[in-house]
């Protein structure tokens, strides 16, 4: 496997073409957050997925859903982010997903999005 860096993978996984957002950069950034390897950055990676969830790409904001519940997954095993993070994310979540209006789960040229199922699986934590 390619190894990648976290700018890389951050950038990968703003991409329009599916194979190097759902098959390289998404599994690669789950890996990355459940090893512990961006631990030290947390709180910005969850910053920047909140931000992300105002993009004008709608695969750049359900995959920011994605990375941002891992995020919030890893801080429950870690601790590592503040209460203040976390309820910045909440916050940011709880305005985007209401608030989404491209609720395609398929795209014949950016793959699969689905803003809805991404959402809930943020929810489910």
Request: no cysteine.
């Amino acid at each position: 496997m390619t190894e990648y860096s976290r700018d890389d993978l951050l950038t990968m996984l703003r991409s329009a073409d599916p194979a190097v957002r759902d098959e390289v950069a998404y599994p690669a950034m789950v890996h990355r957050i459940g090893s512990g390897a961006d631990d030290d950055d947390l709180i910005a990676l969850g910053d920047e997925m909140a931000q992300r969830l105002k993009d004008p790409e709608v695969q750049v904001r359900t995959f920011a859903a994605l990375i941002l519940a891992e995020a919030v997954e890893r801080d429950m095993v870690t601790g590592r982010a503040t209460t203040e993070a976390v309820l910045r994310w909440r916050d940011a979540f709880a305005a985007w997903y209401p608030a989404e209006r491209d609720l395609r789960g398929w795209d014949d040229r950016l793959g699969w999005l689905h803003a809805v199922a991404h959402g809930a699986d943020a929810l489910a934590l």
